[in-house]
Nanobody
Framework: VQLVESGGGLVQPGESLRLSCAAS????????VGWFRQAPGKEREGVAR???????SYAESVKGRFTISRDSAKNTLYLQMNSLQPEDTAVYYC?????????WGQGTQVTVSS
């Protein structure tokens, strides 16, 4: 199984980014999957989740600003992040939900700063 995150970058407050997670050896649509993030000095936290049938939930801190989606044909998970704030600065990862230790990838860095 390999999960490769991409799409991070440096943006200013209020701007948007779209993260991608390309999966191989793992069919995203067969399992609950999600996005996680880890900010400097903090524990990793769940941000958004999508179940196999497509039920979606978000952490309160990102509700209304982030949107998780899945493209089954491309076996890719996305996270559209709007109205980014400095507190969203973190390394973002995708994984199953609950996450598996052996599925963590390198993540993609998101930095929100003026």
């Amino acid at each position: 199984v390999q999960l490769v995150e991409s799409g991070g970058g440096l943006v200013q407050p209020g701007e948007s980014l779209r993260l991608s997670c390309a999966a191989s050896g793992f069919t995203l649509g067969d399992y609950a999957v999600g996005w996680f993030r880890q900010a400097p000095g903090k524990e990793r936290e769940g941000v958004a989740r999508i179940s196999s049938p497509g039920f979606i939930s978000y952490a309160e801190s990102v509700k209304g600003r982030f949107t998780i989606s899945r493209d089954s044909a491309k076996n890719t998970l996305y996270l559209q992040m709007n109205s980014l704030q400095p507190e969203d600065t973190a390394v973002y990862y995708c994984n199953g939900w609950p996450p598996r230790d052996d599925y963590w990838g390198q993540g993609t860095q998101v930095t929100v700063s003026s």
